[in-house]
């Protein structure tokens, strides 16, 4: 005997919609949920329910792919690559749209990652995984951060290092001083650049408590928990005549430097930098000019020497394998305080 399919039932159907909703937590990907939305009536109703989601970026438009070099924002091309990668499966956009003059001078705002998320109405917890590191760095060195912000930096723990091959006098001047300056000035400019990209996510989204941005390289990562996000919105409102003072907008007097146009000032901060020439790891790795730093705002000053040594082991902030084992043992070295005022 044969069903008619109007008989036919799913036994899908009857799942109740907080299992659903659990599963579509359980995916997280945006790209993945917004083809979710066309399987069916129910399912289109129930993925802007959503609360867990993750962002995934391909790639960024490198400065191959304009015509002005000089100008060409890392963030707008993080924008772009977020648009490049979903907004076909939304609509579908002229294969040139992306590559020509005079959409590369058209507002920041119409490439946000917010324009996207506006469909999600619960967003409780938001990862977004950028596609390589910002820094670029030397032949053969490698950094490691993660940094904790709220309406400004609260928090970064460095790990900085070379690969064999290279000594003490291939790091500059001061011992390597210079250089390890300039690898936690690197860092916390990177994380500054990725705290401006969520601004407008963190202050639209109220349900949001937690949100990570970091890269596919692991290179860095920006936290952000349900404290730092209240502080962020309770001070917003009155730090926006003050950031667009500090931090300048695309087309200023900053002669098109990314980061002097698109991140967030970097306070007065202490720097504990611990340092080990050349440092031996168990599993037969070798890091030349291995550096550990733990940087906090000078307004917490106060609790820096007391709390120098645990902040390597502040929940989300432990480093995995081969990098906690060089922290395990960096920690336990001399370390020098530093203090750097705000830029």
């Not at 003490?168 to 300056?181: F, H, I, N, P």
Request: net charge negative.
């Amino acid at each position: 005997m044969e069903l008619s399919p109007e008989n036919i039932s799913d036994d899908f159907d009857r799942l109740p919609d907080p299992i659903i909703l659990t599963i579509f937590n359980y995916i997280s990907d945006i790209k993945t949920l917004i083809r979710c939305r066309s399987v069916s009536r129910r399912f289109n109703s129930l993925v802007p329910h959503s609360d867990s989601l993750l962002l995934r970026v391909d790639r960024v438009i490198s400065a191959a792919d304009s015509d002005d070099d000089g100008d060409t924002s890392s963030v707008i091309g993080f924008f772009k690559s977020i648009v490049k990668s979903i907004q076909n499966l939304i609509s579908s956009p002229p294969r040139h749209q992306f590559h020509s003059q005079s959409e590369q001078s058209q507002p920041q705002s119409q490439y946000s990652p917010a324009m996207i998320l506006r469909t999600f109405e619960r967003i409780k917890q938001l990862e977004i995984e950028l596609p390589n590191g910002d820094l670029r760095l030397e032949k053969r060195a490698a950094i490691k951060w993660k940094a904790e912000y709220g309406k400004t930096l609260k928090r970064c723990v460095i790990l900085g290092f070379r690969c064999g091959g290279v000594g003490e006098a291939d790091l500059g001047g001061g011992g390597g001083l210079k250089t390890r300056v300039v690898w936690t000035i690197s860092a916390l400019i990177a994380a500054s650049a990725r705290h401006y990209m969520v601004k407008e996510i963190v202050t639209e989204h109220e349900s949001l408590l937690k949100l990570i941005v970091r890269d596919r390289e692991d290179e860095g990562t920006v936290i952000m928990n349900e404290l730092g996000i209240n502080e962020f919105r309770e001070d917003v409102g009155d730090n926006v005549g003050d950031e667009e003072g500090q931090d300048g907008n695309l087309g200023s007097n900053s002669g098109g430097v990314w980061w002097r146009s698109n991140r967030t000032r970097v306070p007065a901060v202490w720097m504990r930098m611990r340092h080990e020439a050349k440092l031996e790891l168990s599993n037969g790795v070798t890091m030349e000019g291995a550096t550990l730093v733990v940087v906090r705002p000078t307004t917490s000053a106060g609790g820096m020497v007391e709390e120098a040594e645990d902040e390597c082991n502040w929940d989300g902030f432990g480093f995995d394998g081969v990098y906690g084992e060089a922290v395990e043992k960096l920690i336990n070295r001399r370390s020098y305080l530093l203090e750097m005022n705000s830029f």
